[in-house]
């Protein structure tokens, strides 16, 4: 993975004195609240409901062991002991200190890490898939580009202040998995028709309260082009984007009032500009950082591995988790593993100090000291010999971390909510919490397959509800919380916005709506289809009758 | 102090020899969003009325800094003192710096253009001030002046202002530190314009 030199080291230690300064400007009164807040966000800190809450940037989910035991005793120290892995890669916790803040931001530099750009209206964390450099169906590796996308984005002068947050997503696979259609700018990656790499050019998707799919703005474009016309595209939204709303200034409500073909046209004739000033990439710059991404020093294995077959043979437990929470991967005799933060009870995205720790051991161990954050909020160990799955799968279910969920109902996806977030109308967690309890039965979970359900606790729409197979959106109703549900919400080349079933519900209503949701699922469905599929073919109406027409008739016996 | 001053030209604080034209106050209507005032203008939207613009009060003598819309509908009057190179243009982050650059046969005529921001928050001003440098290729003095603080200093310095003005209630002098927050940024921008990768031999850490 990438390494600091002493040009990336010099930024993030100048820009913890400069943040130390700032912090020291605001308790003495020298700076107001509202001069002040930019200053913060931009660095990750909000002021939430107990506490401020502090995001410490994952550059396109990539940690290393060291990385993570710092971040383990940063939550020791200055936290309570654990972290909160984001839809957006980063860890957030959840109880620092305002005014440790800077002595944070000093431990965080000591291992390449910061927290520049968390929040804010700048350009954000760079987000891509969490298989990157191992998925069997990856064409390019945009690690490389991702890394010096990354820099030049980093305290970029002219877009310190946007309208509004801007997020851009990379992405190399044949089957999209970092949302690239749901971003401000979605860069995906393939090799053109010479071989050579290429970029298609999406732009305008979001959630949040408007959800929109990007558009593609440019087809094809040559890699070495990709910062200018990030720069165009970002240029046209800092003039012309909304600031008399916060709710209408995001790029996607430019893109479109304007129409694709007028904003095309607008990027395209600043572009003309910029093309081939100083910050085109050269070979030798992607050359340099594509070192630090090289295949790892894998042994040459066959695709079998005979111990492997035999635990899978003798124990259904491991065979289950191997099914559910290892993925294949481009070197024979090698999985990538997740290790499941989404344990029936717990906080999605959650992992304490202790477990980072584990974590991090087993990653020196088993995965060449390195792993992934994925947008789902689990963690990843990309690079695992099979010969070593049944040892790590015994370290990892002792530390909690091996529910063979993933990728079913309670790999749920979920944003911190209203237990902590001070824009959140409902909680969130307790409701992932319940749904888990609902359906703790590990042989009914697989019975009901692939699924994907995203919780949020407010319309800017951290749980990615819109996309969720099942989304839940936490609603304020005079005063009190309640839950909306969407149905048909899909990620990847085929991506869907979800349509809304009807009424909101009361928390405690929740379990019973999804189990009612599930049951529908399971008499229409035929014996291939995964829940998205019936949904897609049936449409909602048999849900929606199902879900409400019971539920009026318990109110009218009631 | 009656020599106070907290303009900041290049890197030292020096005395405004600018006098700075401003409209006479309009009808300002308050306009609201989802119950909440609108902070901020839309690009290009007009926001003064030519009776303003007649009855802007302009010094008889001196070096002025005049808004763009008064400059542009009293250049006549100004033509003397224009051809003297004492007349500066300001603009509002809202206004259209085609309207500026189309006033003028040559924009390096003006001594000086000032962009003001009402908030320091509207980010429109990093990329006028680029615009002017890299687009329009104007050379002269670019001045910052409204709410301008020293935590954006950085930013519109690599934006291609070399002037600012820092808000009466704030201390120029420890603004002006904020010019040397970062020694080696990353992109190339106005200021500095090679990326770090063109400016320095940047080896492959070994991992």
Known sequence: MYKYDEVDQAIVDERVKQYRDQTRRFLAGELTDDEFRPLRLQNGLYIQRHAPMLRIAVPYGMLSS?????????????????????????????????????????????????????????????TTDQFAGVAPDEVVDPRAVAEITRQWSTFHPEFALLPRKFKIAVSGTKHDRALIQAHDIGLEFYPDPDNKMAIRVWVGGGLGRTPILGSVVRE??????????????????????????????????????????????????????????????????????????????????????ASFDSAIASNPAFATWVKRNTHPHQQPGYRAVTLSLKTHGQAPGDATSEQMHIVADLADEYSFGELRVAHEQNLILADVKLSDLFPLWERARTAGLATP???????????????????????????????????????????????????????????????????????????????????????????????????????????????????????????????????????IAPFKTHVYGEKKKELAHA | MPNHSNLILNNAIVKDEW????????????KKQAGKVVLFKLTGEATHTAEQIANTVIPETGK?????????????????????????????????????????????????????????????????????????????????????????????KRCGFNSYLIRADRSAEDALASLQDFSQPYQGAVDEQLPVWRRVSRQPVSQ
């Open chain 1, 66 to 126: 060291k990385q993570l035991r710092k971040l383990g005793d940063i939550a020791k120290r200055y936290d309570r002991s654990y972290g909160h892995f984001s839809t957006r890669q980063n860890l957030q916790l959840n109880w620092p200190k305002l005014e440790d803040v800077p002595d944070i931001l000093a431990e965080l530099a000591t291992v390449e890490m910061h927290a520049i750009q968390t929040s804010g209206n700048c350009i954000r964390n760079i």
């Open chain 1, 220 to 305: 094809h474009l040559e890699w070495q082009h990709v910062l200018t016309y990030c720069e165009a595209i970002i240029r046209v939204y800092n003039l012309h984007g909304r600031r008399d709303n916060a709710y209408k200034a995001r790029i996607k409500i430019l893109v479109k009032a304007l129409g694709i073909e007028e904003f095309r046209r607008q990027v395209e004739a600043e572009w003309q500009y910029l093309k081939d000033n100083p910050n085109t990439i050269t070979e030798a710059e992607l050359a340099r950082v594509s070192k630090y991404f090289t295949k790892m020093p894998y042994e040459t294995l066959p695709e079998h591995d």
């Open chain 1, 405 to 539: 969920n993933i990728g079913l109902l309670t790999d749920i996806i979920c944003c911190p909510g209203g237990d902590f977030c001070s824009l959140a109308n409902a909680k969130s967690i307790p409701i992932a919490e319940a749904i888990q309890r609902q359906f703790d039965n590990l042989d009914y979970l697989y019975d009901i397959g692939d699924i994907e359900l995203n919780i949020s606790g407010c319309m800017n729409a951290c749980g990615h509800h819109h996309v969720g197979h099942i989304g839940i959106l936490g609603v304020d109703k005079d005063g009190s919380e309640w839950y909306q549900v969407t149905l048909g919400g899909k990620q990847g080349n085929d991506a869907s916005i979800g349509s809304v079933l009807g009424p909101s519900f009361a928390a405690e209503e929740m379990p019973g709506v999804i189990q009612k949701l599930i049951d529908v699922y399971i008499r229409e469905r035929t014996p291939e289809e995964r829940f998205i599929d019936t949904v897609r073919r049936i449409g």
């Open chain 2, 19 to 30: 006098s700075l034209v401003t409209m006479p106050a309009g009808e300002e209507i308050v």
């Open chain 2, 64 to 156: 002025i800094l005049v808004p763009l819309a008064v400059w542009q509908a009293r250049k006549e009057e100004l033509a003397v003192r224009y051809a003297a190179g004492e007349v500066g243009v300001w603009l509002d982050t809202h206004e259209l710096l085609e309207d500026l650059v189309g006033s003028v046969e040559d924009i390096n005529s003006l001594p000086l253009i000032a962009v003001h921001v009402e908030r320091f928050a509207d980010g429109r001003i990093f990329s006028i001030g680029n615009l002017l440098r890299t687009r329009y290729h104007y050379k002269n003095d670019l001045r910052a002046f409204g709410d301008v603080l020293r935590d954006q200093l950085f930013f519109l």
